[in-house]
């Protein structure tokens, strides 16, 4: 199973790639600004397979780098 992110993942062609390579089998962390799209398409998409959502906005250096690093804890069980 490949891990894949996903930027952009709340609408357009983040979204669609998110859907897309969920249905696929793959564990998709999705990335967006807006996290109630993001906790929605999270539970979308987790029938499929694992989904891990970060909310940030990719313009801010230092919520990119807090979100990143906390992926290794929460990723822990799997």
Excluded: P
């Excluded at 940030?56 to 799997?78: C, G, H, Q």
Aim: include cysteine; charged fraction near 25%; aromatic fraction near 6%.
């Amino acid at each position: 199973m490949k891990t894949i992110l996903v930027t952009g993942s709340t609408s357009g062609i983040g979204k669609s790639t998110a859907q897309l390579l969920a249905k696929q089998g793959n564990r998709i962390i999705i990335c967006g600004r807006r996290s109630e799209v993001l906790e929605s398409l999270k539970a979308e998409l987790s029938i499929f397979t694992e989904i891990f959502s970060l909310n940030f906005d990719v313009r801010n250096l230092e919520k990119v780098e807090t979100a990143i690093s906390s992926l290794s804890r929460r990723m822990e069980k799997y």
